[in-house]
């Protein structure tokens, strides 16, 4: 068992303070923070921990700590180390972590990978192919060492660090909090994420290990100017320390503050969610647009980001501009308005609900359906079942003010010219049809292509109910008029036809 040596010098002395706030920190976290972030269940001496061993200074100082403090049974500590196939070093602190953790008695897990070639393959950034990589290796390792808990090694300059980071490329509150100390994997809200060293500052940090006479490896990558990160640390924030010296400490205290309110903003959606939820299926949810609508500006967003996160990938961002866009198309958008939001989720406004559908979903009930085979012929005036709880109907009507007709913002209602059709009927698709719709000068276009364009989901187009007569299409219910039925100055008499859920 690893042991903190005694002082034995006077320069030793002037570290001492330093080599205790370590120990203090974790000590702290053990007792304050984790029972307090509503770990369920919460951490027993029966769990095992995988702690996240690079060879560096903040995780083995991390795992001596954890050592020496006997805060958890050393045998339900597992080490595990990832070889990211990049460093010419890499074997070699490979073997530096391995040898650790056998004289110390501690079980040992590694993987290698090549994050160069991940790296190209998904057009990322080397550091973003390698942190991927490296929370999919200790997911994994995780479930196969049966450990819910997984630790690293992350300190006070890092969270500094990530939040400037997170300031530059753009960010909300969420980004402002940088990184948590106890936290849920977002692919696997089973496991836990532990950062206990996460108010550690880097100094005191090699203080702890020169006092505890522990020789971590120097990572070389630290130095390249390459690497976002890095240039950060080497001369961003040596530049804001010449404005501010306190900048350190207050990027910390502002991801401290961002965290709490983050917090309650969340606890606040959830709170809020059961009042707005309206119905969900495999790839698709509703919300009670009224209801969602009543509710302060930042819960609208945050629940607008909810719904997207939970058809999403875990990784999926929003930004602004996109969820402003889409909040402004749900609150005063047209039934039957659309908006493609990231992971390619539509959002689709409709009369009561804000539909959110991932790719090639249909909401069961969002859109009309036809459930015969055969054309229905359309009474005019009258009314017929289409299916899927869905009614067509059709009336003859006196002409309006052409205007008025025009500036008609509702998709599922259409005005024609009764004497430039004949009979109606309605009908599913006829493999290779085209038509002109309205507002292309007469231009034909395949139906298939027009579908493609208003992102009809592909599971529907089958079953979209088509208003046509002898001559062809007429209307594409809920998306456009043909343009030879159009309503003109010389229109006599008017057929308003009208969809809608029964």
């Known amino acids: 068992m690893p042991n903190l040596p005694a002082v034995t010098s006077p320069r030793e002395v002037v570290f001492l303070s330093m080599t205790k706030e370590l120990p203090q920190a974790i000590l702290t976290f053990w ?6 972030a509503a770990v369920t269940p919460p951490l027993s001496p029966a769990d095992r921990l995988l702690v996240a061993v690079s060879g560096g200074a903040d995780s083995l100082a991390l795992l001596h700590a954890l050592l020496t403090q006997q805060l958890h049974p050393p045998q339900q500590i597992v080490v595990a180390h990832l070889n990211h196939g990049w460093r010419p070093t890499a074997a070699a602190e490979a073997e530096f972590v391995s040898q650790t953790a056998h004289s110390w008695g501690l079980p040992y897990v590694t993987g290698a990978v090549d994050a ?30 049966q450990a819910r808990f997984i630790l690293t090694g992350h300190q006070a300059d890092d969270q500094v660090e990530t939040v400037l980071h997170n300031l530059l490329r753009g960010t909300g509150l969420t980004g402002l909090r940088g990184m948590l100390p106890v936290s849920q994997l977002a692919d696997a809200p089973d496991l836990w994420l532990l950062r206990p060293l996460l108010a550690v500052s880097r100094q005191a940090i090699d203080a702890y290990c020169r006092a505890a006479g522990l020789q971590p490896l120097v990572d070389p990558s630290n130095q390249d100017r ?38 309650f903003l969340e606890a606040a959606a959830e709170s809020a969610w059961p009042g707005i939820f309206a119905a969900a299926g495999p790839g698709w949810l509703e919300l009670r647009r009224a209801a969602w609508q009543t509710l302060p500006l930042a819960l609208r967003r945050r629940l607008l980001r909810e719904a997207v996160g939970r058809l999403a990938a875990a990784d999926t961002e929003i930004g602004l501009a996109t969820i402003e866009q889409a909040r402004r198309l749900a609150e005063t958008g047209e039934v039957g308005a659309q908006s493609l939001l990231p992971g390619s989720i539509l959002l ?20 009309p359906q036809l459930s015969a085979a055969e054309p229905i012929p359309l009474p005019l005036p009258g009314q017929i079942d289409l299916g899927n709880g869905w009614q067509l109907a059709a009336q003859l009507d006196v002409p309006t003010e052409l205007a008025a007709i025009r500036q008609n913002l509702d998709a599922w209602q259409a005005y024609l010219d009764a004497d430039r059709v004949d009979a109606l009927f309605v009908r599913g698709r006829i493999s290779g049809e085209s038509f002109a719709p309205l507002g292309m000068d007469g231009r034909q276009t395949s139906l298939k292509a027009f579908m493609n364009q208003r992102r009809i989901p592909a599971a529907q187009r089958a079953a979209w109910p088509l208003v046509a007569d002898r001559n062809g299409l007429v209307w594409v219910v809920g998306h456009r008029l043909a343009d030879r039925a159009k309503v003109t100055p010389a229109t006599r008499r008017l057929i308003r036809l009208v969809c809608q859920r029964a």
């Open 31 to 36: 007792q304050q923070l984790l029972p307090e």
């Open 116 to 145: 160069p070639a991940f790296a190209r393959a998904q057009a990322l950034s080397l550091e973003a192919a390698s942190r991927q990589l490296r929370y999919q290796f200790l997911q994994t390792m995780a479930r196969q060492q």
């Open 226 to 263: 390459r690497f976002l990160r890095n240039r950060l640390r080497a001369e961003l924030l040596p530049l804001l320390r010449q404005y501010n010296q306190q900048i350190d400490r207050h990027l910390h205290d502002l991801a401290t503050i961002a965290a709490t309110e983050v917090a």
């Open 348 to 367: 689709t406004v409709a009369y009561e609900t804000l539909a959110f559908t991932a790719p090639d979903t249909a909401v069961p009930h969002q859109a």
